[in-house]
C-alpha cells in the first residue's frame, strides 16, 4: 500500500561520491517529513539528513559541508548527494518517510549498502 523504493548504493574509494534516491509510492495522501538514517554493523541506527515538506534541512555534525539532502515533491521523491566520501561513512542508509494516509505514520525504506574503501 505504501512502499519506499531506495536506490543508488554501492562501493566507492574515500573521496568520492554518491547520489542516493528515495521514492515514495501507493495510496498516499501525502509525504511530510524525510531524513536519511544509517547503521553500521554493532551500532545504533542514527539520524543522518532530514528535509520537511517545505524544504527546511538539518544535518549531523559528521556530515556537514559534505552532504545534501533534497526533495522533488512532485514526484514524491528524497535525494541524498554524498561527497568526499570517508570510511567511517559505510553503513546501510534507510530512508524513512512521514506519510499521511488515514493519519500520519512513519514509514522506512528497505536499505542501501554503501562502503567507502580506504
Known amino acids: 500500500q505504501v512502499q519506499l523504493e531506495e536506490s543508488g548504493g554501492g562501493l566507492v574509494q574515500a573521496g568520492g561520491s554518491l547520489r542516493l534516491s528515495c521514492a515514495a509510492s501507493g495510496s498516499i495522501f501525502s509525504v511530510n517529513a524525510m531524513g536519511w538514517y544509517r547503521q553500521a554493523p554493532g551500532k545504533q541506527r542514527e539520524l543522518v539528513a532530514s528535509i520537511t515538506a517545505s524544504g527546511s534541512t538539518n544535518y549531523a555534525d559528521s556530515v556537514k559541508g559534505r552532504f545534501t539532502i533534497s526533495r522533488d515533491n512532485a514526484k514524491n521523491t528524497m535525494y541524498l548527494q554524498m561527497n568526499d566520501l570517508k570510511p567511517e561513512d559505510t553503513a546501510v542508509y534507510y530512508c524513512?518517510?512521514?506519510?499521511?494516509?488515514?493519519?500520519?505514520?512513519?514509514?522506512w525504506g528497505q536499505g542501501t549498502q554503501v562502503t567507502v574503501s580506504s
Open positions: 524513512k518517510a512521514d506519510i499521511i494516509r488515514r493519519a500520519l505514520t512513519g514509514y
